[in-house]
Nanobody, 126 residues
Framework: QVQLVESGGGLVQAGGSLRLFCAASGRTFSNYAMGWFRQGPGVDSEFVAA????????AYADSVKGRFTISRDNAKNTVYLQMNSLKPEDTAVYYC???????????????????WGQGTQVTGSS
C-alpha cells in the first residue's frame, strides 16, 4: 500500500503559476504509475495528467495540454504538477493518484488507480 500527500495548492491570479507536489510513502514508488485528477465545484472528477513509473511517458487532458506539466523524481518519491497560465476554470481540488504498474503504462481513468491523496485546493481568480 502507498500513502499520498498533496501540497502546493493556493490562490493565484489568472495567468499565474503553481506547482503541486505529491509525496508518496509506504512502497517502492518507482513501481507505481501516477496521475493527477481534479474536481471543480459542482462537476465530476476529471483526468488532468498521468505519467509512467519511469517518467518516460506522459499524457494530458486537452484542457491543460501545453499549460501543465507532470513529472516525477523517483529518488524523492514525489510527483509534481507544474501549472502555468492558470485560468479561473482550473479552480478545483486536485488529487494525486497511484497504482502499481508492471507494463510501463500511464492511465487516464479514475478507476485505474487504487490509491488517492486527500487533495489540495487550487483557486484561480479572474
Amino acid at each position: 500500500q502507498v500513502q499520498l500527500v498533496e501540497s502546493g495548492g493556493g490562490l493565484v491570479q489568472a495567468g499565474g503559476s503553481l506547482r503541486l507536489f505529491c509525496a508518496a510513502s509506504g512502497r517502492t514508488f518507482s513501481n507505481y504509475a501516477m496521475g493527477w485528477f481534479r474536481q471543480g465545484p459542482g462537476v465530476d472528477s476529471e483526468f488532468v495528467a498521468a505519467i509512467t513509473r519511469s517518467g518516460g511517458r506522459t499524457a494530458y487532458a486537452d484542457s491543460v495540454k501545453g499549460r501543465f506539466t507532470i513529472s516525477r523524481d523517483n529518488a524523492k518519491n514525489t510527483v509534481y504538477l507544474q501549472m502555468n497560465s492558470l485560468k479561473p476554470e482550473d479552480t478545483a481540488v486536485y488529487y494525486c493518484a497511484a497504482d502499481q504498474d508492471y507494463k510501463g503504462s500511464y492511465y487516464s481513468g479514475r478507476y485505474d488507480y487504487a490509491y488517492w491523496g486527500q487533495g489540495t485546493q487550487v483557486t484561480g481568480s479572474s
